[in-house]
């Protein structure tokens, strides 16, 4: 009778130790599922939010005049003034969207919810222009030097990146930002998982409504 108590206790130890194991793979299975699902959501994330972005293209005429003064002894001191003038078409392309490069985006894979922190705000990413020159008008004593295309060149480019803000682009790539924020929450949702952002405050309708 002994001996096949002794042999029972072990058939139980076998059979108890088969259902821990089978538990622990079941639970690791589980967890490896819910780190691939959070790794592929991360990635899915990321590469939306570098959708965002507006463009703007802008045709401009810009004039500069600059005027220098010389006294001229004639024999009496006599101011004269020469100037010139620079009449540039400028046309350039203006991008607007956020700078990502601080953004931080987190899985939690045990409440199943995706975080979304650090958001900055719409700004102008890049100017592309082009300039031509179509009248420079100098003076003897007051010519056009490098230096000065240089800086008429630069001052074009200030131009255009004033004309995108009169024109509302930041408001503009503020609103797609809060459309892509819904399509990220359904895109998150649909997976089983919830959408947070934080950090942010957006305009009316934005992504702090994802927060709920």
Avoid at 127 to 138: G, Q, R, S
Avoid at 140 to 167: I, P, S
């Amino acid at each position: 009778m002994k001996r096949y108590g002794f042999i029972a206790l072990i058939l139980l130890a076998c059979f108890g130790a088969g259902i821990w194991m089978a538990n622990y793979w079941r639970n690791q299975k589980e967890v490896s599922i819910s780190r691939s699902q959070s790794t592929v959501l991360l990635e899915q994330v990321r590469k939306v939010c570098k959708l965002v972005t507006v463009e703007g293209t802008f045709t401009e005429l810009y004039n500069d005049t600059n005027i220098r003064k010389m006294t001229l002894y004639l024999p009496l001191p006599t101011t004269w003034n020469f100037s010139k003038t620079a009449l540039l078409e400028v046309k350039g392309k203006v991008l607007v969207g956020y700078d990502l490069e601080n953004i931080k985006i987190t899985t939690d894979s045990i409440n199943r919810i995706v975080r979304i922190s650090n958001l900055p705000k719409p700004e102008i990413l890049s100017v592309d222009h082009e300039v031509k020159f179509t009248n420079m008008d100098e003076s003897f004593f007051n010519g056009f030097t490098k230096d000065d295309y240089t800086r008429l060149a630069q001052n074009a480019k200030t131009m255009l990146r004033e004309k995108a803000v009169e024109t509302k682009l930041l408001e503009e790539a503020a609103e797609q930002g809060n459309q892509l924020f819904d399509v990220m929450k359904f895109m998150v949702e649909g997976a089983g998982w919830r959408l947070e952002v934080e950090g942010a405050t957006p305009a009316p309708g934005g992504p702090d409504s994802l927060a709920n």
